[in-house]
């Protein structure tokens, strides 16, 4: 695990490489997007929306969290937390089921909610960064905890367990955003957005002086880099995509409530990420797929097996497998079948 | 995935056909919805809560109005956002007609707002029960045939002032929708006949800890008015029982309810004696109570049931009942976004087990309550004694419309019973 400047430029030499890899790919990516932007006409409302545009969602908050742990090396369990007070923001400054939102025009409620999202995320980065490993996840999930029951017994603002219906997105240019086919294409965006964001940062010197913190911080320090600001910048601009991926979770619940944000989903989402790798940026977005799929049908696949409601037994199983199958998520399946099938390649 | 299913679904409808007459199913299937708290705190409840479903649906041999009925069942955990996931999938995906669910208060809050956005579907409540899902800016398309929390305590609070002469209780309740809409059902009539409200306490809903809540009950109050449903009662009860409390306790409606008097260990001891009022009793003695808690018994094996049927069994089965007997009523009309069933539900006089049933112009239930006991049944089983059945109560519990939303939306602090 040593690292000496010398490897760091190995490491930009890699980036490169990696860029070389990516042209590779790019047939692939060429698939994928054909297919998604296609996607509408092969799938129904609904599995376009209560699947596809909620695996966006689910996927850009994971990807934060894929962006933290993968790139800074620090597993936060607070990224649905400040997707949660984006999400409550949004209800809050804008109007909501309960008639007590503050009835800002969307254009100043949505940088405001981010805005205020954003600075939460600053500050958990900051308090933190003062810990590492195992003390990260603690204190992180401490956080994620305590908003949640703060939320749930404040009645003033958050309107506690009941939290706010009807929270819905703008409709602007006579487009009603909520209806699957445009709510699956804005998502669609600003998934593909952050993904982007998430590669360049990934790459660019800021990125590759994350990577080589989370290696060694010591010599990082030593060299000159801040680590605890790299840290915590990492941590805002995380925070920032987990901001967008609220807002859109809040209209595609149509409402927010601490249930929302509990400690179940906050975990559900280390689980999609580590389910989908946090390898790469793509990961996340295929761990919450097989979430929303599991979650949604695992009901309908028990029913002639072990009755409807031991449901949940299914969806335990299905990630226990693929944990056990590989213990570096899909993506880490992937690579190993594409390298077991070079040397079949190179046998031949 | 959906390939498998249709498959079976397909199986399922040529073994179905194969085996019934055809004169059934002039119409096909129509699908029908049922969503109850199958996970969480609410679970044995919602257990009961699709039994009731499922007692109404195979007395009618799954047919109504000319169709074949197809039940597709659905799994919350009592929070709203869980209730609209599932919600959405029975609407949306699985193209239910009828939903019949949820089961708790802020489910039925959230509900309602879901329901306004799917106005092609009508949607009848399960056991829900805060105020304002249908007191103020209901839905039209939503239905509710059982009474809420707040009319499930009528004649309870004069009962504990007058009768009892308790006047002065401490209150534990859940802090959410559906418990604060009991509490005003308790509280508002019994601070009118002199009683005060020493203190109220306000728990999370699943809490597992009560200790501190124990050792802060004031000592010189008459009684405890608890109110905690499901898991959560259990585990006051015995922490109740082991930290020796004596003062005697008076219970919101799923706090005597069968899913916890039937629960084994301390928990039943503590409740021996526990005044409470609810929408059915089940010692009453009723022609139409007595074919229900048959029906009940004779539609599930005795292990996988209760005695007798809880509160959630008989509310799923009023909504399920009324809406086959609607369908029966229109003959299978479903046209124009069920225009003609929604009308005749509107004006559905329903002589329910618990008595007639009718609809106020917001489309909620008025239904006569019980005040009940608990006390030992013959088997030794616990059961809910009839003490007293009120006149028939709605909504505003007798008061005049306006004035009664003057008194403003339920919550911790209301009413203030200073």
Not at chain 2, 381 to 395: D, I, M, R, S
């Amino acid at each position: 695990m040593s690292v000496t400047l010398g490897e760091a430029v190995t490491g930009a030499a890699r980036g490169e490489k990696r860029t070389a890899w990516l042209s590779w790919l790019n047939p692939a990516y060429l698939i994928a997007g054909l297919l998604l932007l296609v996607l509408p006409a092969l799938v129904g409302d609904f599995v376009l929306f209560s699947i596809f545009a909620w695996s966006l969602c689910l996927g850009m908050v994971a990807l934060s969290l894929m962006f933290l742990a993968g790139y800074g090396g620090m597993v936060s369990l607070a990224q649905l937390t400040i997707a949660g007070i984006a999400g409550y923001m949004v209800a809050i400054f804008g109007t909501n089921g309960t008639g007590t939102g503050l009835g800002w025009p969307w254009w100043t409620v949505l940088p405001a909610a981010i805005a205020v999202a954003v600075a939460f995320a600053t500050l958990i980065g900051a308090l933190a960064v003062r810990t590492a490993g195992i003390y990260t996840i603690m204190i992180t999930m401490a956080i994620a905890a305590a908003f949640f029951y703060f939320a749930r017994q404040n009645y003033p603002i958050f309107n506690g367990y009941n939290g706010f219906n009807l929270v819905l997105p703008p409709k602007l240019f006579g487009v009603d955003w909520r209806q699957p086919l445009p709510f699956y294409y804005l998502t669609l965006a600003f998934a593909t957005l952050s993904y982007a964001a998430v590669l360049y940062v990934s790459r660019s010197t800021f990125g590759l002086a994350l990577q080589g913190i989370r290696d060694n911080a010591r010599r990082m320090e030593a060299i000159g880099f801040n680590v605890v600001a790299h840290r915590i910048a990492a941590n805002a601009f995380a925070g920032l995509i987990a901001a967008v991926a609220g807002i859109f979770l809040v209209w595609f619940n149509g409402g927010i409530s601490p249930g929302s944000v509990g400690f179940g989903p906050a975990i559900d989402i280390l689980v999609i990420a580590i389910i989908g790798g946090i390898r790469h940026p793509i990961g996340p977005f295929i761990g919450a797929l097989i979430y929303a799929l599991l979650s949604t049908f695992a009901m309908d696949l028990v029913d002639p097996i072990i009755g409807r409601e031991r449901f949940k037994l299914i969806i335990g199983i299905g990630f226990l497998v693929i944990v056990l199958f590989s213990p570096d998520g899909i993506l880490g399946l992937w690579d190993r079948l594409r390298a077991r099938m070079a040397v079949s390649r190179d046998c031949a | 995935m959906v390939k498998i299913r249709n498959r079976l679904l397909l199986l399922a409808a040529t073994s179905l056909a194969l085996a019934l007459p055809a004169t059934a199913q002039d119409k096909g299937t129509l699908k029908i919805g049922g969503l109850a708290t199958l996970e969480g705190v609410f679970a044995v409840p919602g257990q009961d809560g699709m039994r009731g479903i499922e007692a109404a649906l195979k007395e009618a041999n799954y047919t109504a109005g000319g169709y074949k009925l197809e039940f597709i069942k659905a799994s919350s955990d009592a929070s709203p956002d869980k209730a609209l996931q599932a919600a959405r999938k029975l609407v949306e995906q699985d193209k239910v007609a009828i939903l019949v669910g949820p089961l708790s208060g802020s489910e039925g809050l959230a509900m309602k707002d879901y329901a306004k956005t799917q106005p092609g579907t009508t949607f009848i409540n399960g056991t829900s029960a805060a105020q304002d899902t249908t007191l103020r800016d209901p839905a039209p398309n939503f239905y509710r045939f059982w009474t809420e929390g707040a009319q499930w305590m009528a004649g309870l609070g004069e009962y504990i002032a007058k009768d009892k002469g308790w006047k002065r209780v401490a209150t534990i309740g859940e802090d959410y929708s559906f418990m604060h809409t009991q509490f005003f059902g308790f509280a508002l009539p019994y601070c009118n006949a002199g009683g005060k409200i020493v203190q109220r306490f306000w728990v999370p809903l699943g809490t597992k800890d009560y200790a501190s809540i124990i050792s802060a009950l004031p000592s010189n109050v008459d009684a405890i008015w608890l109110g905690l449903g499901g898991g959560d009662a259990v585990n006051f009860l015995n922490q109740y029982q082991q930290a020796g409390g004596t003062t005697p306790l008076i219970g919101a409606s799923i706090t005597v309810d069968q899913s916890i008097i039937t629960s084994k260990g301390r928990a039943r001891d503590a409740l021996k004696g526990t005044a409470s009022a609810g929408p059915q009793a089940d010692t009453w003695d009723n022609a139409n109570w007595n074919k229900w808690v048959k029906l009940y018994q004779a539609s599930f094996p005795a292990d996988q049931r209760f005695p007798t049927p809880g509160l959630f069994a008989t509310g799923y089965y009023i909504s399920t009942k009324a809406m086959i007997d609607g369908l029966n009523g229109v003959k299978g009309d479903l046209t124009d976004n069920h225009k003609a069933l929604r009308a005749w539900l509107s004006a559905a006089k329903i002589d329910s087990p618990v008595g007639p049933i009718t609809l106020d112009e917001n489309r909620q239930a008025i239904a006569v309550n019980f005040v009940t006991e608990v006390a030992e049944g013959p088997d030794g089983n616990l059961v809910n004694k009839v003490v007293k059945v009120t006149e028939p109560v709605n909504q505003t519990l007798g008061m005049d419309r306006a004035k009664f939303l003057a008194l403003g939306p339920v919550g911790r602090e209301n009413p203030k019973c200073e």
